[in-house]
Nanobody, 128 residues
Framework: QVQLVESGGGLVQAGGSLRLSCAAS????????MGWFRQAPGKEREFVAG????????DYADSVKGRFTISRDNAKNTVYLQMSSLKPEDTGVYYC?????????????????????WGQGTQVTVSS
């Protein structure tokens, strides 16, 4: 069983920055592909960013490329999402997810169906 706990959300003005953190339990965190997803009110959950087990492969939604950076620290069992130049349309609940079957795979999946464990989410609100 893997538990994921997000933190770092909050209210920020457009153009501002936030850093989200996701702390994971479990000794095999370093072999999981990790992803960040978000869900805005009335919309479906969408992929934001993902990182493979080693950190050498990352992927981003087109809407956040150049503004968000995903990273991980396997020694701390933590994955981060640095968000800059935030826009009101970035508002939503941000979820951390773990693909426990990814192993030492290079590519990062954008499909929520491939992620086995989810955090409870953290709210990000960007005001205009």
């Amino acid at each position: 069983q893997v538990q994921l706990v997000e933190s770092g959300g909050g209210l920020v003005q457009a153009g501002g920055s936030l850093r989200l953190s996701c702390a994971a339990s479990g000794r095999t965190f370093s072999y999981y592909c990790m992803g960040w997803f978000r869900q805005a009110p009335g919309k479906e959950r969408e992929f934001v960013a993902g990182i493979n087990w080693s950190g050498h492969s990352t992927d981003y939604a087109d809407s956040v490329k150049g503004r968000f950076t995903i990273s991980r620290d396997n020694a701390k069992n933590t994955v981060y999402l640095q968000m800059s130049s935030l826009k009101p349309e970035d508002t939503g609940v941000y979820y951390c997810a773990a693909d426990a079957s990814s192993g030492r795979r290079y590519y990062v999946s954008q499909s929520s169906d491939e992620y086995d464990y989810w955090g409870q989410g953290t709210q990000v609100t960007v005001s205009s």
